[in-house]
C-alpha cells in the first residue's frame, strides 16, 4: 500500500535523525507513582530519558484527587506531550469487568466473559469503541487489551477477563473489541502471549508453567493468534512471563527468542509491536533484575519494555542495553529494528502526524 510506504518512508526518516539515548527510550514505555507529573519523575523520564510512553494506573494513584476528572486526565496528557520530542505512547489497560480503569469517570463496563455472553459480537465492537472515544478524551492513544487467553481451567488471576474457552469464540469477540478500539485511532494489544488460559498461579506472585505438548498449544493457545494476526492486525502484542516447556524450557516466554522470534514472528508472522509485561512481576524479578531482563526481552524480539517507574530504573535500563551493545550481545540495527516499530505504529495511530 502507497500510504504504508509512505510511513515506514517517514518512520526511516526519523529513525536517521535519533541519538542512541533518544532511540533506547523509545523502547521503553514506563509507569509512575502518584499523581504529581514533577515529583513522580515522570516529566524527568519524559523530557531527559525520552522514554516511548507511560502508563495509567489507578493502582498506581495515578487518578487520585485532584486529577479525579476526565478535564484534569486530560491536561496531564498533553503536559507529557508537549514535554516529549517524539509523540508518546500514553497506555493503559482497559479491558471492561475486573480490569476497568475507566470506572473513575464511566462506572462498572462489561466483562469480556459479559460481552461474549450476549451472542453478538457487535456488542463487543460497540464497547471497544466506546472505550476508545473515552479514552481518547483522557488523551490516551494505547489499550493493552483485550485478553486473548482461552479459558480452559479457571486461573484465578483472569477469572471474567477471558472471552470464551474454545479458540475461534476468543478471536471472534476479542477481534470485535480490537476493531472498535482501532478503528477509532486507539492502538490495541493482544494478550497475554503464548497464552495464560491454562495457568495454575498468579504470575504477579510466581512464574506459572503450561505443560502442554506443541500439538495442544497450537491447537488452542495459539490459535487465536494465528486467527487474528492477519485478520484484525493488531497494533502490539504482550508476552508474558510463563514458562511452556514445549517452546522453550529454560526461559520465560517473554524472554525467549524461541518464544518470540521463534513463534510469533517467524510461525504466526507478526511484525508489529511486542511489549513485555511488567518486568516487575515476580515470575521475573525472582530471577533477574529489571535492567538484565530488559536486555534479554529485546534479544528475545520484544520491542518496548514495560516497567521501569523511576528515573534512576530507566537510567538502569538504558545503561544495560548500551553495555550489552558494546559486548556485542545487542546491535544497533537490533534496536533500530524494534525503534522502527514503535515509530511505525505511532504514525499509523496518529500519535506522530504524518508528513
Known sequence: MESDRRLVAQAQRILASMTLDQKLGQLIIVEYLGHDYQESGLQEMIRDQYVGGFMYQESN????????????VAAFSQQAMQDARIPLLI?????????????????PLPSAEEMAATGQPSYAYQQGSQA??????????????????????????????????????????????????QQHQVAGCLKHFPGLGAITSDPHSSLPVVNRDMATLNRIDLAPYRLMIPK???AMIMATDVLMPAIDPQLPAELSPKAIDGVL????????????????MRGISEHWSLS?????????????IEGPYTPSQVTDVVNALKAAIQQGQLTEARIDQSVERILLLKLRYGIIHEE
Open 61 to 72: 494513584h495515578n487518578f487520585d484527587a485532584p486529577d479525579d476528572s476526565i478535564a484534569a
Open 91 to 107: 497506555a493503559t489497560d482497559q479491558e471492561g469487568g475486573l480490569v476497568n480503569r475507566l470506572y473513575k469517570f464511566h462506572g
Open 132 to 181: 476508545a472515544e473515552w479514552m481518547k478524551q483522557l488523551g490516551i492513544n494505547s489499550d493493552l487489551a483485550p485478553v486473548v487467553d482461552v479459558h480452559t481451567v479457571d486461573p484465578p488471576v483472569l477469572e471474567t477477563r477471558m472471552f470464551g474457552s474454545d479458540p475461534q469464540t476468543v478471536a471472534t469477540y476479542a477481534g470485535a473489541y480490537l476493531q472498535g478500539l
Open 232 to 234: 484484525d492486525q493488531p
Open 265 to 280: 514472528r517467524q510461525q504466526l508472522g507478526y511484525d508489529g509491536v511486542v511489549i513485555t509485561d511488567g518486568l516487575y
Open 292 to 304: 538484565e531482563a530488559a536486555v534479554m526481552a529485546i534479544e528475545a524480539g520484544d520491542d518496548l
